[in-house]
């Protein structure tokens, strides 16, 4: 990596960690220059304002962020969709809780977004479709559990959307410090799901 592209890389990183702990608002040019040992001019080298680092920064974020990262469809079988239905949640719900800034910036752009869905709908349409993205791989788990006589197949997208609404839940939970038994609800979720 050349220097540019880590010093790139560099100015993300910082843009990051002020948006999760201080918020996109209350982060300035000047906050992010200082931290990397820069001018403010020489940050627009890099980004030409505030609204192109946030967007930057956003699809950084939900570049790596989809449904197939976690849960891989194609080779579930009969044996072991339930046992990779409940592994895929867990290292979802690892992952993130894991990266504990990540908690905060996903909740942040989630605010943000709702902000200023007026004057620009591009972020909240995003979170939307992330969110689409992780029901419709649901349905596919669940599709195929009725291929293999696992379940009926009524209420396929009832029962996905149960599954998406529990992942953000526990993360939720995650999020606001709360001691919860994050492995046990998944694998009851998935057993009330499937029965």
Known sequence: MNKGKETYQR?????????????????????????????????????????????????????????????????????????????GGMKYINEIQEQDILLNLLSEFTLYANRIKEEDETFIDKIKEVQQMFIDGFVQILQKATEFGLIEKNNIQAKAGVLALMLDNILNYKMLYMKIEEAAIWRQTITDVIK
Not at 47 to 66: G, H
């Open 11 to 87: 100015v993300l990183d910082v843009a990051i960690y002020f948006f999760a702990k201080e918020g996109i608002h209350k982060t300035s040019f000047a906050m992010i220059a200082k931290e990397l040992g820069m001018s403010k001019p020489s940050l627009y080298y890099y980004v030409e304002s505030k609204d192109e680092l946030i967007k930057r920064v956003f699809d950084y974020i939900f570049e790596d962020y989809t449904f197939e990262r976690y849960f891989q469809i194609e080779g579930m079988t009969k044996e072991d969709l339930i046992e990779q239905l409940y592994s």
